[in-house]
């Protein structure tokens, strides 16, 4: 069992281009998330899924997006990079979204903006 | 809002040494709370959780982490530490979000274990 899968592993882009952070999971988890991860601030959330066909948008949601057709992918997309979208991005899921549940991580995505 | 204050940014420890990683969390409500760890170049995984019952967690890898209400704490601790415990640790509280709960993450503690 592959858990969850995140590609590519790491991209260097120019500013201005769309890119598209790829998430699999094959946990058949209802919930997904994707979270930014930058020095001293921890995770933050970016957006999430309770379900296939349903996204909300998390703390960090401006210059992103997501869908969610079914319920094993969860891409996040950047319709125009910028510079301060350099990070380290993880997927996670979990099984719902109640309080109690553990979230699962990808091994992120390292993004280069310049 | 709920959050969660990790104050220690790294903490330097030798080999067999005793540590506590320390995590302050503010809520008005029934609080669940996590300790998640990062080895280098990985995704996080779960440590330990606190829902109910006793206060004293035992996770993986021979942490503990005790949940203190009157403090609002949930300091994670390890009685002798090795060389692979080097990693990053993240506190986080469940916090409702919408319709829904979402994880809330400190700022993570960097635990360097010297030999």
């Known amino acids: 069992i592959a858990g969850i899968t995140q590609a590519p592993t790491s991209q260097i882009l120019a500013a201005g281009r769309r890119m598209t952070l790829r998430c699999t999971q094959d946990?058949?988890?209802?919930?997904m998330y994707w979270y930014r991860q930058d020095l001293g601030l921890g995770l933050r959330l970016i957006h999430y899924s309770n379900t296939a066909g349903t996204t909300g948008k998390g703390e960090v949601p401006d210059g992103y997006s997501v869908s969610r057709a079914n319920t094993d992918d969860f891409p996040l997309t950047l319709a125009s990079a910028v510079p301060s979208q350099t990070s380290v991005y993880f997927c996670?899921?979990?099984?719902?979204?109640?309080?109690?549940?553990?979230?699962?991580f990808g091994p992120g995505t390292r993004l280069t903006v310049l | 809002a709920q959050s969660v204050t990790q104050l220690d940014s790294q903490v330097p420890v030798f080999e067999e040494a005793p540590v506590e990683l320390r995590c302050n969390y503010s809520s008005s409500v029934s609080v669940y709370l996590f300790w998640y760890v990062q080895y280098p170049n990985q995704g996080l995984q779960l440590l330990l959780k606190y829902l109910s019952g006793s206060t004293l967690v035992k996770g993986i890898n021979g942490f503990e982490a005790e949940f203190n209400k009157s403090q609002t704490s949930f300091h994670l601790r390890k009685p002798s530490v090795h060389i692979s415990d080097t990693a990053e640790y993240f506190c986080a509280v469940s916090a409702r979000m919408d319709s829904s709960y979402k994880l809330i993450f400190g700022s993570g503690t960097r635990l360097l274990v010297r030999p």
């Open positions: 996670a899921s979990s099984a719902d979204s109640s309080s109690y549940n553990e979230q699962f």
């Open positions: 946990m058949r988890h209802n919930a």
